[in-house]
């Protein structure tokens, strides 16, 4: 790693000793992107912009970090050989962040980084090797449902369905408009699956009830919760330079809200979060800037939540073993649906 990386903190804040209450953890990781290129530069780009975000926050009242430790991790980057090698570098990677003592905000990298992220949660004392009690929470422009994408199982393309197979109970996800025939069957038939597609909550006469809807799903949900925010779920112009910016998504304030609202939900603790498929702007720092600020958001709504009583620092009682080669050996699960011929 380069000298001088360590130095850049999110929102500039100076370095802090002590347990952190939150750590950001970026992930330079960019192995099967299919578009657009530049989401390993993602992290570090959001980190430099987050210098530049307001620190007050209007729900907690107060400016970040509020007391709080709030430490930056530096940029992990995959150094094994293969993709499947990576992947279970980075599950080891994030187990660190899943003692329960800590809110950890994963900045990635492609929305690959999932499926690790998701499989090392098992070690969160809420989750304690129950995968199927947590909820992802996904707000994406892709269903990220496909069982494969140019022969890869673990693209991008197909973080859901892989959270999904490591053992995830529920995901459920809004700002979906861009998704292919085998991704809308499997929304229809798999159970585990809710999908708000943008096409409803964007529509410009009824969006309105229909966002309502999405919000009562959050409000509706119970155990721990992961936020995955695939920052193209947004309105392409606002993260113009991620890459696959795709038109009618969410607005900025949807996305406030969505988070907001989750982190209200007192039957849910969301335990971890990720902004994920960032990549740096060349002639404006917008698409950085605007995912800086939504880190930013999710760290007032975790402080909150926790001065609230919403969160508990639990400790794990064991030592978490090193999980082997899971993605390595990776059988991917039979696809649930059936196509039609
Ligand atoms: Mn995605």
């Not at 693209?155 to 995830?168: I, T």
């Not at 605007?290 to 760290?299: I, N, P, Q």
Request: hydrophobic letters at 40%.
């Amino acid at each position: 790693m380069d000298e001088g990386l360590d130095i850049i903190t999110f929102l500039g804040l100076p370095a802090h000793s002590g347990p952190p209450d939150v750590s950001i953890v970026p992930l330079a990781f960019e192995l099967t992107t299919s578009y657009g290129s530049g989401t390993q530069d993602g992290p570090l780009a959001c980190l430099v912009a987050s210098a530049q975000v307001e620190l007050y926050d209007d729900l907690l009242g107060t400016e970040l970090p509020d007391n709080s430790v709030i430490s930056t991790q530096p940029v992990w980057e995959g150094s094994a050989p293969t993709l499947r090698d990576q992947l279970d570098q980075l599950e080891a990677h994030a187990s660190q962040f899943f003692s329960g003592e800590v809110f950890p905000l994963f900045l990635g990298g492609e929305h690959g980084i999932l499926p690790p992220i998701a499989r090392a949660a098992r070690f969160h004392p809420l989750v304690s090797g129950d995968l199927e009690s947590l909820t992802i929470v996904q707000i994406d422009a892709h269903a990220d449902l496909r069982s494969s994408l140019d022969g890869e199982v673990f693209s991008h393309a197909c973080a859901a369905s892989r959270s999904l197979d490591v053992g995830v109970g529920r995901v459920v996800q809004a700002g979906v408009r861009a998704y292919c025939q085998e991704e809308f069957e499997r929304i229809t038939t798999d159970g585990r699956i809710s999908t708000f597609f943008a096409k409803d909550t964007q529509h410009p006469h009824t969006g309105r009830e229909q966002w309502e809807v999405w919000l009562d799903e959050l409000r509706s949900l119970c155990g721990p919760v992961h936020l995955s925010l695939d920052i193209d779920g947004l309105e392409g112009a606002l993260v113009p330079a991620t890459g696959t910016p795709v038109p009618g998504g969410l607005s900025y304030w949807q996305v406030v809200e969505s988070i907001e609202v989750l982190f209200a939900n007192p039957n849910a603790v969301v335990i971890s979060s990720d902004i994920n498929e960032i990549v740096p702007q060349n002639d404006t720092p917008l698409t950085e800037f605007t995912a800086a600020c939504l880190a930013a958001k999710t760290v007032a709504c975790h402080l909150l939540s926790k001065k609230e009583g919403r969160w508990y620092r639990t400790k794990r009682e064991t030592e978490v073993p090193v999980s082997g080669s899971y993605f390595v050996d990776f059988q991917a699960a039979p696809v649930s649906t059936s196509r039609r011929e």
